[in-house]
């Protein structure tokens, strides 16, 4: 996880996750077609990780990962495995991860009661925001 020490000049290099995402996905067994839609700030790149860390030796597609209700949201096809319980699981402990970790930096968001649960970004993050233009909600797509 990055501190936030460094966000800022996290924040001013540009985060590729197409790219990203298409470079974990070398060596695997994981198809990721032209049309999938590959989408997520990269605070969340440690859990996309992690996912297919667990997952490379699955015969699964990859048809979409999108950050677009405040939770990482991966869906996929299993092609030659009987395996879907197991990768499902890994698809669920991301999302579950994602709700508490900050979509901008990757450190914990922690939450408190009054905390919005629409937020994907921690109180630095949220507290910079105006730097780059980003709500942290949703609306940040639009």
């Not at 067994?29 to 030796?57: S, T």
């Not at 096809?77 to 669920?92: L, P, Y």
């Not at 922690?110 to 109180?123: A, D, H, K, S, W």
């Not at 910079?128 to 609306?139: D, E, I, K, S």
Request: aromatic share 10%; with cysteine; charged share 20%.
């Amino acid at each position: 996880m990055l501190d936030s020490s460094n966000n800022q000049s996290n924040q001013e290099t540009p985060f590729d996750a197409n790219a990203f995402f298409n470079n974990l996905c070398v060596d695997t067994k994981i198809l990721v077609p032209g049309y999938a839609e590959i989408q997520f700030q990269r605070g969340w790149a440690e859990i996309v990780a992690e996912f297919i860390g667990k997952v490379k030796n699955y015969s699964i597609r990859i048809d979409e990962i999108s950050d677009s209700y405040t939770v990482l949201d991966i869906s996929f096809s299993v092609i030659k495995t009987n395996r879907e319980v197991e990768v499902w699981r890994a698809a669920n402990e991301a999302r579950i991860t994602s709700k508490s970790t900050c979509a901008g930096c990757g450190n914990h968001k922690g939450f408190r009661r009054i905390v919005q649960t629409t937020n994907v970004l921690c109180q630095w993050c949220l507290s910079n925001a105006h730097l780059t233009n980003n709500t942290g909600t949703w609306l940040d797509k639009y």
